[in-house]
């Protein structure tokens, strides 16, 4: 099924409601032909506003523009900009069958049956839901009723398709496979997209760029693994997974270094004057006591994860950190061990850019 593929541009979008709350600061974003975009960030941060101004569900502050395109929709109505919409409820009609469902878009919109009819078996290829047509939703698992609702929002050819939370009401096995489903799903349509979650591990596997929001803001874009190994603002490290915290003293910064288990590492050139600075779990060597030039840390506790084990580790010289470790790893708890970082892993707790 071809759809069109088209930008979409924010150009200074805000919103403020009638109580004067802000619940989206000015922000610009702009979204590449067949993109899937995810907009990441913890609850009251601004995502969901921003689909929704999209969307054309709220009304923009003045001097905002929103583009399909060449079009500029900031004043067109919902059912005129050309959204497709999948809910985290998937708000599937359960009288009606999967094909129904699939081609109600179409019907209300006086398409012929028999170009109903080949859209809906077009779209049931796709998704792989072969043999369910006749099928009601409640007789369809989780990931079925979800391509079922995907279906269902593209069969009408939508120019941007908007995606709200469509995996937080399921639980973390589920959520795990269907979350890989709709990624190949969303691949395979070529459709412009926007998905809105608040689930790292989700927003990562499914989108092509993150765009990570707090406080009505959009924090950092780019894609996840950057974002995630080259955060510009220690909100999105400390969003996009684990880190610890490591202290310089004024001594340390004078030297040019970071205190490490009784060793001195040399500090990242950009990074020399700033106190403080991030390391996650698994940039963490670790190894026997007493290697050259590795520090000295204490096990204090050790949690068996499965896929690994988490080490807390006391230092004489840094707060308490953690460091992840493979799981047959030998250390236990009360156990002194070597333990080494190297300097690109740092990160740095300080804005690079402005939020």
């Known amino acids: 099924m071809e759809l069109e593929r088209i930008p979409v541009d924010i150009d200074n979008v805000a919103k403020t409601y009638a109580d004067g709350t802000r619940g ?27 689909l929704r101004l999209i969307a054309g569900l709220e009304t923009l502050d003045d001097g905002g523009r929103i583009r399909f395109g060449d079009q500029d929709v900031t004043h067109k109505p919902v059912e005129q900009r050309g959204v497709g919409m999948v809910f985290q409820s998937y708000a599937l009609f359960p009288q009606m069958s999967v ?14 049956a ?36 995907l279906a269902r929002a593209v069969a009408v050819r939508p120019r941007v398709l908007l995606l709200d939370e469509p995996l937080a009401a399921l639980d973390a096995k589920l959520k795990e496979s269907l979350r890989d489903e709709l990624a190949e799903l969303l691949r395979r349509l070529h459709i412009t997209a926007v998905h809105v979650t608040h689930d790292q591990q989700e927003a990562m596997a499914i989108a092509d760029r993150l765009a990570v929001m ?34 310089r003293t004024p001594e340390a910064i004078a030297q040019g270094v970071v205190p490490f288990g009784g060793t001195a590492i040399a500090c990242p050139p950009d990074w020399m004057h700033h106190p403080t600075l991030l390391l996650r779990p698994e940039d963490i060597r670790i190894g026997p006591a007493g290697e050259p030039g590795w520090g000295t840390a204490r096990v204090e506790q050790r949690t068996f994860l499965g896929d690994r084990v988490q080490l807390r ?27 080494r970082a190297e300097p690109d892993r740092f990160m740095t707790s300080q804005e690079e850019v402005a939020a």
């Open 313 to 339: 580790l006391s230092l004489a010289d840094q707060p308490g950190l953690l460091a992840d470790a493979v799981r047959d790893t030998p250390f236990q708890a009360g156990d002194t061990i070597g333990i």
């Open 99 to 112: 094909a129904a469902n699939i081609g109600y878009g179409l019907r209300i919109r006086g398409v012929a």
């Open 24 to 50: 989206l600061q000015p922000t610009n974003l702009h979204v590449e032909p067949g993109e899937v975009l995810a907009l990441l960030g913890p609850s009251g941060c601004g995502k969901t506003t921003l």
């Open 114 to 149: 028999s170009e109903e009819k080949r859209v809906v078996g077009e779209l049931v290829d796709l998704t792989r839901l072969t043999g369910l047509e006749s099928k009601r939703p409640s007789e369809l698992s989780g990931g079925q009723r979800q391509r079922v609702a």
């Open 214 to 247: 707090r406080a009505g803001r959009i924090v950092q874009i780019g894609r996840g693994e950057d974002l995630y190994r080259a955060p510009s603002h220690p909100f999105v490290a400390e969003f996009l997974g684990r880190v610890n915290r490591l202290e």
